[in-house]
């Protein structure tokens, strides 16, 4: 897929996108969104398109060129805190890596939570203050518990729906379907655990989670292998390694990077930063445990 490059200044400022074209997208008729007013809106951050409101769930090819195909696929899985996809930094280009490497991938096109239709109000929503973790504070008794997390169930199911196609058409693809991974970003890092946590119908043979939560989990028996990525100086670390004890005390193979530096959203990487060369060590780890 080819996106326009428009010089915008690299900052956080929220700037109106129109709407790019997406002719691989394929839809996934999963459904739509409950409560959401809006129509699905692109916009530029950080030099970076994308894209919020999103009601109808799509899987984005990337092939390999001829010839070059291994039979391995991986669906992508783009962050925003399931409010918006950074479907460029966390998604497209990502997939692009892949390929020249060989692999299948499919940028996964999730729903997402609704935000104020206007772009302004949505500006002023993300720039809103909030606290450092959600919480219910009962002031009698002087406690605080975390809020119910939000549902994940639309998310599972367009996941679901994207491996249900691929192995469907994975004679088409050149896919193997003992060979397909999946690996998201910050909240599509959350979305890859959620999925092996919880999906009934996918069999991954191996995870991604990049900069996401790193709290402890209750591993199933017969979860894939896990590669996990993530920087001292991201807000979701905070000094954990919860789920990668659970990987561990669990038996199942798992390879952990923790970087000096590198923030949150780096993507493929950020210049000048040691988690830069993370996917490097992505593709090494892959061909190393032979999928």
Known sequence: MCVSRVLIAQDGTIYPLETPAEPNAIPLRTGGVENQPSSETWFRQWGDPMARNITAAT???????AGKANGMAVIVAPGGGFSWLSLKNEGWEVAEALAK????????????????????????????????????????????TPLPRPS??????????????????????????????MIGFSAGAGLTMHVTLNSKTMKLAFIGPIYGGMGPVEVPKNAPPMFNVIATDDFLFKGQFGVIDSWYKAGIPVEFHLYQ???????LGNPDRTSNRWFDAFIHWLEVNKF
């Open 59 to 65: 899987l984005t090819p990337f092939f390999p060129e």
């Open 101 to 144: 490497q060989g692999i299948t991938a499919f940028v996964l096109k999730y729903r997402l939570n609704p935000t104020p239709e206007k772009l302004d109000d949505f500006s002023a929503w993300m720039n809103r203050p909030r606290p450092t973790a959600p919480v219910s504070t009962d002031l009698q008794n002087k406690t605080a």
């Open 152 to 181: 994940l169930d639309n998310q599972l199911q367009d996941a679901e729906a994207a491996y249900a196609m691929i192995i469907n058409r994975a004679k088409e693809w050149g896919v193997d379907t003992k060979r397909i991974g």
């Open 261 to 267: 530096n590198g923030g949150h959203g780096f993507g």
